[in-house]
């Protein structure tokens, strides 16, 4: 399996987690944008394969666009894979989240902050009985 | 120099020597190279107390670009060969540098005699994505099955290695680096199964890099508290490949390695208690 843009990034404007407390299972989403453009993007997780698989399309489908298409982008990925199982929308939830923590820590270091990352919980588990 | 490097490098090294041995279909190599690969994990581990004892950071990242595939054994072999040779630029005079250099002589010898003894070199089926058990006819959603099955618990198996490896050096009694010993073996035999199989399909690939995240526990108590969790639903994938498959050998093997999984949830519950006291 050679997932996409998998790994961190050297020098990202933005560090997002979105994470399950209960589970354990996190994913970490590194940004690098210039003038609102995503230059760079790299992700990792100790989940399972779908959220593996989902980062990899995610990530691709973003890298080089503007943070307003990665919004749009990101808001279809949810409303298709709402349609499918629930494992999945967990998983996707969790790439989402960490996409959506990576832009916040982005602005509050434009605004002096010095967090390290910026961490959201998410209320899905990926390991759900379908 | 004892550093950072050269644990990335031996980690490395660890991971190439194992998936060779999985990747290899000559019996005697193979066994030989599995032994060398537990031999470089021994190595890992007494480097990674020694950095911790120097106060020395080390983690768990790999280069980017490391690979294990190739086309035949002897590629293999030589990529091993070089690799070894750039771990020994690192070594110092200590008894540890000694150790290691001297286990890796022994291994540098071995592969010579292989590339000057074998006569005809052994292409390998293990990276040719075929995705074809040998051993039966599976129908295609069983081999879709088994295929998923091996990704995800050959990263997992290789997750909890490193997870209670990282504990392990921190240990805060004898007793429960002795438990996480016991885990460690149980995951080598789960990788080495896992990995062996996936060769069999061509299917062989490295699992994905470990962030610190995962492996970096500030609270034990949670971590094996989730741990026992995951070791259930580690229990579940196996029962349900188990039932979803109708050959009888694959299916006995996914519930022996079941039951095997019952009793680490034994090990963490005895190791939750030793943090207890």
Known sequence: MHPRNYGPLENPTGIGVGHSEKSGEFVIFYLLTEDRTIRSVGYATNGCHDTVVLGSMFTEMIKGESLEYADKAAEKLQAKVALGPVKQQACAQMVLTAFKAAQIHETNRLKGSKEELHAIEIDMECEVEE | ?277
């Not at chain 2, 599976?138 to 990282?166: C, G, Q, R």
């Not at chain 2, 949670?222 to 639903?233: D, M, S």
């Open chain 2, 1 to 277: 120099m004892i550093d950072e490097t050269l644990f990335r490098r031996k980690h490395q090294l660890w991971l190439r020597l194992a998936f060779i041995s999985f990747a290899v279909n000559n019996p005697w190599i193979k066994k030989r190279l599995y032994e060398f690969s537990l031999i470089e994990f021994r190595h890992l581990k007494w480097l990674a107390q020694t950095m911790l004892e120097n106060d020395s950071n080390y983690n768990y990242d790999r280069d980017p670009t490391f690979n294990i595939e190739a086309e035949t054994l002897f590629d293999l072999l030589h990529t091993a060969i070089n690799e070894i040779k750039v771990v020994h630029m690192f070594y110092n005079g200590s008894a540890l540098s000694e150790r290691m250099r001297n286990d890796e002589n022994y291994m540098l010898q071995s592969f010579e005699g292989y590339l000057t003894n074998l006569s005809i070199d052994e292409k390998l089926s293990a990276f040719d994505r075929s995705r074809i058990w040998p051993d039966a006819l599976l129908s295609h959603e069983e081999n879709d099955a088994l295929t998923l099955f091996l990704f995800e618990e050959s990263y997992k198996e290789y997750e909890l290695i490193m997870v209670y490896f990282y504990s392990q050096i921190r240990a805060e009694t004898a007793v429960q680096a002795l438990y996480f010993q016991d885990l460690i073996d149980e995951s080598h035999f789960h990788l080495r199964s896992f990995g062996e199989m996936m060769a069999k399909m061509g299917i062989l690939s490295l699992p994905r890099m470990l962030h610190p995240r995962t492996y970096i526990i500030e609270d034990m108590e949670h971590f094996l508290t989730n741990g026992i969790a995951e070791e259930e639903n580690a229990k579940e994938e196996c029962r349900k490949l188990s039932s979803s498959i109708t050959d009888e050998k694959l299916s006995t093997f996914f519930d022996f390695i079941n039951y095997q999984e019952s009793y680490h949830i034994e090990i963490m519950k005895k190791l939750l208690k030793e943090k207890h006291g």
